[in-house]
């Protein structure tokens, strides 16, 4: 897994009216069996709320400064340096003020991730999808916490709902079809996988 904020696993996607988000290097990837494709990679930490404070201090769209948008900022950077506590401290103290700050809440979900405290993960990323229903990487890394749960069956309705949310998502169709395939649905895995491939041939296997 890997020991940065935002998203669990980093992901090459196209962002569809959304700040882009920072994309970081692999961490371990989950294999889900011989022979089998090998499950994504948890998505980096969500910078764009940090992009949206570069800006004059104000996060897009707004009148003024949010107060919280700098404690946001040290904790992606102590994130980011690996200093998972001082970051879960940070963005507890910004739940504090503001309990349905999505960035705060789905960073703690990274963290719990990484540390494979998969229970504590779900329910933080559940929480930023019900502060944001549109908050694509909360959805897709929810599809595989629970597949490295062996859950296969929450696994495949969450990485539904990130393509609803993010057409575009070679990854999560990509690890759709893995799931699919192993939960014996083979002809809708290999049309999603087909699908992943057309999106980005560099996910085809050589």
């Known amino acids: 897994m890997t020991n940065t904020p935002g998203r669990h696993f980093s992901e090459p996607r ?10 970081l290097a692999v961490l371990a990837v989950l294999i ?4 089998a494709f090998a499950l994504g990679r948890a998505t980096a930490p969500d910078d764009s709320s940090t992009t ?12 003024a400064p949010n107060p919280n948008d ?4 040290q904790g992606l950077a102590l994130h980011k340096a690996g200093n998972l506590d001082g970051a879960a401290k940070i963005y507890n103290q910004i739940l504090a003020t503001d309990a349905k700050n999505k960035f705060a809440l789905f960073n703690l979900g990274v963290i719990a991730q990484t540390g494979a405290k998969y229970d504590e993960a779900i329910a933080k990323y559940k929480a930023a999808i019900a ?17 490295a749960k062996g859950d296969r069956t929450n696994g495949i309705v969450y990485l539904r709902k990130a393509i609803e949310i ?13 799931l699919l395939i192993q939960d014996g649905k083979t002809d809708e895995g290999t049309k999603s996988l087909n699908q992943a491939f057309a999106i980005d041939p560099t996910l085809k296997p050589k």
């Not at 889900?32 to 022979?35: F, I, N, P, S, T």
């Not at 700098?70 to 900022?73: C, E, G, I, P, V």
């Not at 944001?132 to 597949?147: E, I, M, Q, V, W």
Request: aromatic share 10%; proline share 5%.
């Open 14 to 23: 196209a962002t569809r009216g959304r700040s882009q988000t920072v994309l």
């Open 32 to 35: 889900v069996g011989a022979g």
């Open 52 to 63: 949206a404070i570069a800006s004059g201090g104000k996060t897009s769209g707004a009148s």
């Open 70 to 73: 700098d404690l946001l900022t």
């Open 131 to 147: 502060a944001d229903p549109a908050f694509y990487s909360p959805a897709y890394n929810l599809g595989l916490t629970y597949a």
């Open 166 to 178: 993010d057409p575009k998502s070679a990854q999560a169709y990509y690890n759709l079809g893995t």
